[in-house]
């Protein structure tokens, strides 16, 4: 099975911008890697914020932005706002199953 | 508005089974899938499995393989999630979740609470 790796955790600060990143073990991330990405908060079911590499929900705020860079699928938060403090997933399609990876942490601080 | 509402949390003992529902409203299947997928306590999340709605077809993730059973009833907008031989390691969150078109994740049930214990 694909392993799927993210950063453990991040920081930003407020008003600030980060990228998380998406790692495929079996080599770089394509668009038919179908990355998609989901914020879960404690207590709470995820949300999808980003499918398919770079498309948007109605209900993803703009200030998310999704891409492929140097063989990664990425996140881009730009103007950080603290209720963006969350655990982001990232789920891609390999080898005929779909795959999660291990979550990222993200501290607004 | 789509909404996918799961049934209420369930205590199992080791060796049963369970059957986790999800009844969709709002929405008519048609080239959608349904996936499941679990998140264990303060871990991350676990792709199970998906099942096309319209056609009953299934794919499960290798790990639960002989253990899970995908199936939906179209008359009641309805899919459930079997799983069996419960363990301790299965005491997770289980969540139901749409796939539309073109790979588009969308909606996600409120999730369901199976604890596996003696």
């Known amino acids: 099975q694909t392993v799927v790796t993210q950063e453990p955790s991040l920081t930003v600060s407020p008003g600030g911008t980060v990228t998380l990143t998406c790692t495929s073990g079996?080599?770089?991330?394509?668009?038919?890697?179908?990355p998609t990405w989901f914020q879960q908060k404690p207590g709470q079911a995820p949300v999808t914020l980003i499918y398919?590499?770079?498309n948007k929900h109605s209900w993803t705020p703009a200030r998310f932005s999704g891409s492929l860079l140097g063989g990664k699928a990425a996140l881009t938060l730009s103007g950080a706002q603290p209720e963006d403090e969350a655990d982001y997933y990232c789920?891609?399609?390999?080898?005929?199953?779909?795959?999660f990876g291990g979550g990222t942490k993200l501290f607004v601080l | 508005q789509v909404q996918l509402v799961q049934s209420g949390a369930e205590v199992k003992s080791p060796g049963a089974s369970v059957k986790v529902s999800c009844t969709a409203s709002?929405?008519?299947?048609?080239?959608?899938?349904i996936h499941w997928v679990r998140q264990t306590p303060g871990q991350g999340l676990d792709w199970m499995g998906l099942?096309?709605?319209?056609?009953?077809?299934?794919t499960y993730a290798h790990k639960f393989q002989g253990r899970i059973t995908l199936t939906g009833d179209m008359s009641t907008n309805t899919l459930y999630m079997e799983l069996s031989g419960l363990n301790s390691d299965d005491t997770a969150v289980y969540y139901c979740?749409?796939?539309?078109?073109?790979?588009?994740?969308?909606?996600w049930g409120q999730g369901t609470l199976v604890t596996v214990s003696s």
């Open positions: 979740v749409k796939e539309g078109r073109s790979q588009t994740w969308d909606y």
């Open positions: 709002g929405h008519t299947f048609t080239d959608d899938y």
């Open positions: 099942i096309s709605p319209r056609g009953g077809g299934t």
């Open positions: 079996t080599g770089p991330v394509t668009s038919g890697f179908f």
């Open positions: 398919s590499t770079a």
């Open positions: 789920l891609g399609y390999s080898g005929g199953a779909w795959v």
